[in-house]
Each structure stands twice: as C-alpha cells, then as structure tokens.
C-alpha cells in the first residue's frame, strides 16, 4: 500500500489524515502530545481546540460560512464533527471541545489506514510528507524546517481568552442577549456604566503582565487576535468599538443601551464554563483575577483557564510554496495549516483538507492539484502563495476572493458564493473522476 507521513495531529493533520486515508492511501500521523506538551495545549487529544471554541459564522453568505459550505462539499469529516458537536452560539458554529477533539480521535484510531504515532519528530523523514505541526512547532522540528527551506521563520504572538466558572457568577448582574437576535441564550451579557467602565480600564491598562522571555523581546501581534490589555493601552474608547461595544445589547431590564458590555460565550450545553469574548491576554494570573472580577457578576468568578500568551510561528509561504501546498525546491514535501500563514481554526482545516488531497494524489501516482481560484479555499490557497510584500497572517474574508465585478455589497456576497459553489462542486466532480480511474487501474 502506498503511504504518507503526517506530521502533527492538529485541525490541518487530523484532515489530512483522515482525506488521505479514505482515499486508500496508509498514513503514518505523527503527535508528541502528551509525551511533550505545547504551552497552549492540555490534552494528547488530536484536533484540541486551544483558544476560541467557535467556527465563527454558519451563514452561508459570509466568507467563514461560505469556507464551512465548500468543506461540506468535499466531504471534510472535522465540518462534519463540528456540527456534530454544535452548542448554542447566535449566528457562530460553537463547539463542544471535548466532544470534538473526542470525535476526530475515534475517527483517526479507528481507521484501518492510519497508524497513529504519539512520538516527537525532529528530523524531517523520507518519503511524501505533510508537515503540519501549528503555531507551536516544536524547537527541533522547527530547525530542521529552517535547514530545509533555507529561510527565516516569521513570528507573531496570539493570547488565548480565560474561561470561568458559571458556577461562580452572579447571574443577578448579567442578562442573556444576541446582538445579533439570533440565539439570546449562547451569550451572556456584564453591562457596565461609564464610572464602572473607567474604573476597569484603568485597572486594566495598569496590570502587571508576564515578563516576556529573551526569544520573545520582539513581539508582533496579529491584529485580529490582540490582547485586550493592548488594545486597551490604544485609548480608553478602544475597547468601546471593539469587545466591550454595546451594539445590539440593551438591557432587557431597563430598555436602555450599556455605556460597554463584556459578552461571555458559554464552553459547554448546561453553562458550566463561560469564555470571556475578545479577552485574550497576557496578563500575570494575579492580575486577570484582579481586574477581571471588577466586571460585573464576575466578583467571585473562579477561573477554569487563565489567558496565557504564546509563541506562534509561520512560514513564509509565497516566497515557498506552490498552490498545491508543496514546497517548491522539494516537492514531495507538504505543507498545510497555519505553519502557512493561514489563521483560524476552519482555514486550518481547509489547508489541512488540500494537502491531504494532493499528497494522496503523489503517492496513488497522479500530479496533485490546485485548488479552484474562485472558491474561497482557493482564495486563501492563492493569497498566501502568491508573492506579496510583508507576509502577514490571513483568515478567511471575501476580500481576498479574485475577479469579482463591481456590484453592490449584497449582489457581491451572493455572486462570490454562487459562483464558488459551482466551481467547488466541479472540483469534487474533477476528484471524483481521478479516484475512479485509480481503482480502475488497480
């Protein structure tokens, strides 16, 4: 039987494993969990869910929908976990992380193609490879990477957001509301007046946070995933048109709109633990108990995980990869996830998905393929292989989807799905069609 090696049973490994083996093809998937753990991680479970535990949006006509949609298409079994594992969570696709981290291990352990290795690799191995070991590449592994590619490695850094106990809170300060309309009961509100928001923001802007590391002097963050503390260090408004807006969330009990309201996500079905949104941060664990229990309801809150803030690394694809996710000066080796650059859980997956594809493809003796343009998995694909000064990070979003006509904003939504869903549609078709020539040939 032909065979591939996998390195790293994240979103990106945990798809590629399971695309690769369905297509007949032995897989070998490599994890060091829980023999060598990440700072980010808990458990040796595959496909752990280490910051958010949502997919963000289930509309169809928004980009994170559409690149769900596309992966529905094709069959993904981590899309079909998710909705499997779905909690109640407005317009977004929140998840239950043990329920799928659980589903995508009996998955992988069952299937009678995948041998799975809880071993560290450090030396890229022989053979047809996807190497798709995160944000958190392990130093060894991570220097055998420099070696092969030849280049430095980018960084930046994401903090990931504390989880309370719902037990803990006083709900008497707090009232459930979608600022969206959709799901009231997936979100529950802390409003805060102006004195009790300025209190905070200072209490906040003063805190004491980790003393960075040597290797972390130089610190970027990405954007989209700011501490809150940095965030808040840009101006005492900041916050107030960013996770603090109140938008959407008056108070049921008085009718009127919060001066700022902290939104909490719940983790689980029955409400035990509650993510604070857009809370990610950095601060020492003394000072997140401090100043986070100045929110309203939360002034006895016990924390279920603290935020923490880590090291995240990236490749610099463009100048690296093809479309197909292989490496140009060696193309029997992958690469997918967001090693690449691509950010988010979803995106991870879809790299992880192509990979899979292609590397099954080499080693069934067919040439791997590219990712239709217009869809908005191949917009990604494309935009983080395509040559761009100052590489930075990029998470699904229509405007990066090619050749789009100018139209109103509405038509524009609708003319980039419909059309994405037919040229995935083709793709599968294109798939399928090789597939049957392959066991025709057998």
């Given at each position: 039987m032909k065979s591939i090696k996998i390195i790293g049973?994240?979103?990106?490994?945990?798809?590629?494993?399971?695309?690769?083996?369905?297509?007949?093809?032995?897989?070998?998937?490599?994890?060091?969990?829980?023999?060598?753990?990440?700072?980010?991680?808990?458990?040796?479970?595959?496909?752990?869910?280490?910051?958010?535990?949502?997919?963000?949006?289930?509309?169809?006509?928004?980009?994170?929908?559409?690149?769900?949609?596309?992966?529905?298409?094709?069959?993904?079994?981590?899309?079909?976990?998710?909705?499997?594992?779905?909690?109640p969570g407005g317009k977004a696709l929140a998840l239950d992380r043990w329920c799928f981290s659980s589903k995508v291990e009996k998955?992988?352990?069952?299937?009678?193609?995948?041998?799975?290795?809880?071993?560290?690799?450090?030396?890229?191995?022989?053979?047809?490879?996807?190497?798709?070991?995160?944000p958190l590449t392990s130093e060894p592994l991570s220097e055998s990477i420099a070696k092969l590619i030849g280049d430095d490695y980018l960084y930046f850094y994401d903090a990931q957001s504390p989880i309370v106990d719902g037990d803990t809170i006083d709900y008497s300060k707090m009232y459930f509301k979608d600022r969206f309309?959709?799901?009231?009961?997936?979100?529950?509100?802390?409003?805060?007046?102006?004195?009790?928001?300025?209190?905070?923001?200072?209490?906040?802007?003063?805190?004491?946070?980790?003393?960075?590391?040597?290797?972390?002097?130089?610190?970027?963050?990405?954007?989209?995933?700011?501490?809150?503390?940095?965030?808040?260090?840009?101006?005492?408004?900041?916050?107030?048109?960013?996770?603090?807006?109140?938008?959407?969330?008056?108070?049921?009990?008085?009718?009127?709109?919060?001066?700022?309201?902290?939104?909490?996500?719940?983790?689980?079905k029955e409400g035990k633990a509650w993510n604070l949104v857009g809370f990610q941060t950095q601060l020492k664990i003394g000072e997140q108990k401090r100043v986070f229990r100045m929110i309203p309801g939360l002034e006895k809150a016990e924390f279920l995980r603290y935020g923490a803030i880590h090291r995240n690394t990236y490749i610099n694809s463009p100048d690296l990869l093809l479309p197909t996710l292989q490496l140009k000066n060696e193309p029997r080796i992958f690469f997918a996830g967001q090693i690449t650059g691509t950010e988010g859980y979803v995106p991870a997956i879809a790299g992880g998905h192509l990979a899979g594809l292609n590397a099954a493809l080499m080693a069934l003796g067919f040439e791997p393929l590219k990712p239709p343009k217009h869809t908005m998995i191949g917009s990604l694909i494309y935009y983080i292989t395509s040559p761009k000064k100052n590489f930075q990070p990029m998470n699904a979003n229509f405007g990066i989807v090619m050749d789009v006509p100018k139209m109103s904003r509405d038509k524009r939504k609708v003319f980039i799905v419909e059309r994405s869903l037919r040229e995935i549609g083709e793709f599968k078709d294109k798939i399928s069609s090789i597939?049957?020539?392959?066991?025709?040939h057998r």
């Open positions: 049973a994240g979103l990106a490994g945990s798809e590629a494993a399971l695309v690769a083996a369905d297509m007949g093809v032995k897989v070998f998937l490599y994890e060091m969990r829980p023999k060598k753990m990440t700072p980010a991680h808990s458990s040796g479970k595959p496909a752990e869910l280490v910051c958010s535990n949502t997919f963000k949006s289930r509309e169809l006509y928004s980009a994170s929908g559409l690149l769900k949609k596309e992966l529905e298409i094709l069959g993904s079994k981590l899309i079909r976990f998710a909705y499997e594992c779905q909690l998955a992988i352990r069952k299937h009678p193609n995948i041998e799975f290795i809880n071993e560290e690799v450090q030396e890229i191995p022989d053979g047809i490879v996807i190497i798709a070991s995160g309309g959709y799901e009231d009961d997936a979100y529950l509100n802390a409003p805060m007046n102006r004195e009790e928001y300025m209190r905070f923001w200072e209490a906040l802007v003063n805190a004491k946070i980790h003393k960075p590391k040597e290797f972390e002097k130089d610190i970027t963050y990405f954007e989209a995933c700011l501490p809150i503390e940095v965030m808040a260090k840009r101006g005492p408004e900041t916050l107030l048109y960013g996770p603090l807006r109140p938008t959407g969330l008056e108070d049921p009990r008085t009718g009127k709109l919060p001066y700022a309201v902290v939104q909490l996500r719940r983790e689980d597939l049957n020539e392959a066991v025709h």
